[in-house]
């Protein structure tokens, strides 16, 4: 298992950069499920979720699994209002 850490900020001008260090990083990783903590994620907007769906996405492509942990309320929330809440396995 491979894990991942959200910045304490995301925004938009961030998600880019972000998205592509982790896909750098996870591109050597032979484990099948990723773990992204969220927990210390305090300040995004929308572009946090494309970039969980972003990342999602190139695992889902690589045969591996994303699961979310300590998924913060607000975040939740947007991914409800987004419906794609389904789309994040959290624990």
Not at 4 to 31: E, R
Not at 38 to 51: G, I, K, M, P, W
Request: hydrophobic fraction near 55%.
């Amino acid at each position: 298992m491979r894990s991942l850490k959200l910045p304490g900020t995301l925004l938009h001008d961030q998600a880019n950069a972000c998205l592509a260090d982790w896909l750098a990083l996870l591109a050597k990783a032979p484990a099948a499920e990723v773990v992204l903590d969220a927990s210390a994620l305090t300040e995004f907007d929308s572009s946090a979720l494309a970039v969980l769906l972003g990342l999602r996405r190139a695992l889902i492509a690589q045969g591996k699994a994303l699961r979310v942990e300590g998924m913060t309320p607000r975040l939740r929330e947007l991914a409800v209002l987004y419906g794609v809440i389904d789309l994040l396995p959290s624990t």
